[in-house]
């Protein structure tokens, strides 16, 4: 029995039934007090649909940080769909960065395999939902199966998503320790050392391992849904209202497509970052519809 496994056997002990599990239920997915998902079932008995929650925080992650999924978590179980929002160790968490970070992204996704044994889930429609870094965080489990297994990233998938939802999001490491017009760096301090364990020009093999835009085609239908503050329409100019001025930010898009993957884009003239996850707001709305769609739901 692997630890994962262990733990979700001890919380559906300690009285999480299925039942109980119509509200956000809290579920460990291992032994470190960040590393657990809450998850939301529809009415009904399923199997149903799930959608993993990816929260943001500039790579980095606190106790709070998984909030902001809450409501969205309650409105797609309003439409048969399952959540698992999953809240994991950051850069900066003790135990974080590298390799830790990572492996809670890959072990709190890859729970949903044992979760299914005694919920009514259907894995065979579990897609990933990401905004602004859990964005990227979601990007690279579309593409860790085609990472080197000597890799000290690398985990075993129990599963892979069949689709990703990346909401106002950069995929590209190099914006993350980025400066912007200010002078100051993106996330406010240094973070790339810490998520790949070495100074880029010294390991270029973590960097890439981190990198999605290095693993396409990913292979899964992919929406994604960004504001002109972030989106680089035209080139150069400062990006995400300052925070980066980074001139040479590859077209994530055009590059998916190019390699064979699906990918549709929703682009939402001056949202705010922040709104993404804000309940009703424009971004908002757009992460649900995009959800809905990939679910074949749309309409309903």
Same mark, same amino acid.
């Given at each position: 029995?692997?630890?994962?496994?262990?733990?979700?056997?001890?919380?559906?002990?300690?009285?999480?039934?299925?039942?109980?599990?119509?509200?956000?239920?809290?579920?460990?997915?291992?032994?470190?007090?960040?590393?657990?998902?809450?998850?939301?079932?529809?009415?009904?008995?399923?199997?149903?649909?799930?959608?993993?929650?990816?929260?943001? @925080?500039?790579? &980095?992650?606190?106790?709070? &940080?998984?909030?902001?999924?809450?409501? &969205?978590?309650?409105?797609?179980?309003?439409?048969?769909? /399952?959540?698992?929002?999953?809240?994991?160790?950051?850069?900066?968490?003790?135990?974080?960065?590298?390799? @830790?970070?990572?492996?809670?992204?890959?072990?709190?996704?890859?729970?949903?395999?044992?979760?299914?044994?005694?919920?009514?889930?259907?894995?065979?429609?579990?897609? #990933? #939902?990401?905004?602004?870094?859990?964005?990227?965080?979601?990007?690279?489990?579309?593409?860790?199966?085609?990472?080197?297994?000597?890799?000290?990233?690398?985990?075993?998938?129990?599963?892979?998503?069949?689709?990703?939802?990346?909401?106002?999001?950069?995929?590209?490491?190099? #914006?993350?320790?980025?400066?912007?017009?200010?002078?100051?760096?993106?996330?406010?301090?240094?973070?790339?050392?810490?998520?790949?364990?070495?100074?880029?020009?010294?390991?270029?093999?973590?960097?890439?391992?981190?990198?999605?835009?290095?693993?396409?085609?990913?292979?899964?239908?992919?929406?994604?849904? #960004?504001?002109?503050?972030?989106?680089?329409?035209? &080139?150069?100019?400062?990006?995400?209202?300052?925070?980066?001025?980074?001139?040479?930010?590859?077209?994530?898009? /055009?590059?998916?497509?190019?390699?064979?993957?699906?990918?549709?884009?929703?682009?939402?003239?001056?949202?705010?970052?922040?709104?993404?996850?804000?309940? @009703?707001?424009?971004?908002?709305?757009?992460?649900?519809?995009?959800?809905?769609?990939?679910?074949?739901?749309?309409?309903?």
């Amino acid at each position: 029995m692997t630890t994962r496994t262990l733990l979700l056997s001890i919380a559906l002990l300690s009285g999480f039934s299925a039942s109980s599990a119509l509200a956000q239920t809290r579920i460990p997915y291992g032994p470190d007090p960040m590393q657990y998902g809450e998850l939301t079932l529809p009415e009904g008995e399923g199997p149903f649909p799930v959608v993993t929650f990816l929260h943001a @925080g500039c790579w &980095m992650s606190t106790e709070g &940080m998984i909030n902001s999924y809450r409501a &969205m978590a309650k409105a797609v179980a309003a439409q048969g769909i /399952a959540a698992w929002n999953v809240q994991y160790r950051g850069a900066t968490s003790d135990g974080g960065g590298w390799p @830790g970070t990572w492996h809670d992204i890959a072990n709190g996704f890859d729970a949903l395999a044992d979760l299914a044994e005694d919920y009514p889930l259907d894995l065979e429609q579990a897609i #990933v #939902v990401g905004h602004s870094s859990g964005g990227h965080f979601g990007a690279w489990l579309a593409t860790r199966s085609q990472l080197p297994k000597d890799s000290e990233i690398y985990v075993e998938p129990a599963l892979n998503p069949m689709a990703l939802v990346m909401a106002d999001a950069y995929i590209n490491p190099m #914006v993350i320790d980025s400066i912007g017009t200010s002078g100051e760096i993106y996330c406010g301090e240094p973070l790339l050392e810490k998520l790949t364990g070495a100074p880029v020009d010294e390991n270029g093999a973590n960097f890439k391992a981190i990198s999605p835009l290095e693993w396409l085609p990913w292979g899964i239908p992919q929406e994604y849904i #960004v504001s002109t503050y972030r989106y680089p329409l035209s &080139m150069p100019r400062e990006l995400a209202q300052g925070k980066t001025a980074l001139q040479t930010l590859p077209d994530y898009p /055009a590059l998916a497509i190019i390699a064979g993957d699906e990918v549709n884009v929703r682009i939402i003239a001056n949202e705010d970052h922040g709104a993404f996850v804000r309940e @009703g707001s424009r971004g908002y709305q757009a992460t649900i519809s995009a959800v809905l769609r990939l679910l074949g739901k749309a309409g309903e």
